[in-house]
């Protein structure tokens, strides 16, 4: 689990900067949703063969991924696999996410 928390900290998360920097060109915007492409794709693998990103339970790690998936399809308007779709609208269901999103005015 830790390993794949600090993938998605270090090759996930860092990668949306230019999506929160009012000074981004599109061009970085761009480049930097090819290399999100990328990790969503190793992440999207992971999920194969098991119901959550670690294994068949749910984790910290499924809930910061669900983070960064949001980004994505909120903040940056990227396209997301199936897969990763199929995946972000499991954990929507889940009483603690859908509580949280509430509260936090996301949904």
């Not at 794949?4 to 061009?27: L, N, Q, R």
């Not at 194969?48 to 940056?76: H, P």
């Not at 990227?78 to 609208?89: A, E, H, I, K, S």
Request: one cysteine or more; glycine letters at 6%; hydrophobic letters at 40%.
């Amino acid at each position: 689990m830790l390993e794949t928390i600090a993938f998605i900290s270090t090759e996930v998360h860092k990668g949306f900067k230019p999506f929160f920097m009012p000074d981004s060109t599109d061009a970085a915007k761009k480049a930097a949703g090819g290399n999100l492409a990328r990790r969503f794709a190793y992440l999207e693998a992971q999920l194969a063969e098991r119901n959550y990103i670690v294994g068949d339970s749910f984790t910290s790690a499924d809930c910061y991924f669900f983070v960064m998936l949001m980004w994505a399809q909120k903040k940056a308007k990227l396209p997301l696999p199936d897969t990763l779709t199929r995946y972000f609208d499991q954990l929507t269901q889940r009483p603690s996410i859908r509580q949280a999103v509430s509260e936090e005015g996301l949904g």
